[in-house]
T-cell receptor
């Protein structure tokens, strides 16, 4: 079965640089979520989109922005990167109808390292 | 705001034995979902089991089952016939049923070790 695809899988950036993370949801899933997981921590919710509209917002820094496109893929844009942004970034997707609605399936994550 | 608490940072079990991981949560909502996710060393987040709050019957998935006590706001995971591949960090998570796109709120996690 198709899973959530995230790219790139690994990313190394310098402080103050910009990064763009991409997420391709499972086919026919209409909702995308972004989470940040620091070392030894549980995932923290950043933002979500349902049918291309922002649906929920967590502790996402103002330096970060995200959107969902017409093909349902999503991008997380991160600017003015700080050392503390180093983390594993997960994208998850779900659908609001059908079998197991609203169950979030996670991608493999993008490991961001800020030097 | 909802909170999820996992009071066991680490647990260990012998292969083929049974282990129970604890989770409690706090919410004022009546309709919600609860989940257990597994995160092995690969760091992939894998869905283990899901429970709808309106269902009185406890969810089961093969060797995995839950004990859902809505009044007590408790949601424990039982792993039967533990296997080496079950070794992972296990996260309990809460999701409101209110709106589409609602976030998952995770507990701190329980690191499960399976001893051969």
């Amino acid at each position: 079965a198709a899973g959530v695809i995230q790219s790139p899988r690994h990313l190394i950036k310098e402080k103050r640089e910009t990064a763009t993370l991409k997420c391709y949801p499972i086919p026919r899933h209409d909702t995308v979520y972004w989470y940040q997981q620091g070392p030894g921590q549980d995932p923290q919710f950043l933002i979500s989109f349902y049918e291309k509209m922002q649906s929920d917002k967590g502790s996402i820094p103002d330096r970060f922005s995200a959107q969902q496109f017409s093909d349902y893929h999503s991008e997380l844009n991160m600017s003015s990167l700080e050392l503390g942004d180093s983390a594993l970034y997960f994208c998850a997707s779900s659908r609001t109808s059908g079998a197991l609605p609203d169950t979030q399936y996670f991608g493999p994550g993008t490991r961001l390292t800020v030097l | 705001a909802q909170t999820v608490t996992q009071s066991q940072p680490e647990m260990s079990v012998q292969e083929a034995e049974t282990v129970t991981l604890s989770c409690t949560y706090d919410t004022s909502e009546s309709d919600y979902y609860l989940f257990w996710y597994k995160q092995p060393p690969s760091r992939q987040m894998i869905l283990v089991i899901r429970q709808e709050a309106y269902k009185q019957q406890n969810a089961t998935e093969n060797r995995f089952s839950v004990n859902f006590q809505k009044a007590a706001k408790s949601f424990s995971l039982k792993i039967s016939d533990s296997q080496l591949g079950d070794a992972a960090m296990y996260f309990c998570a809460y999701r409101s049923e209110k709106t589409s796109g609602s976030r998952l709120t995770f507990g701190e996690g329980t690191q499960l070790t399976v001893n051969p």
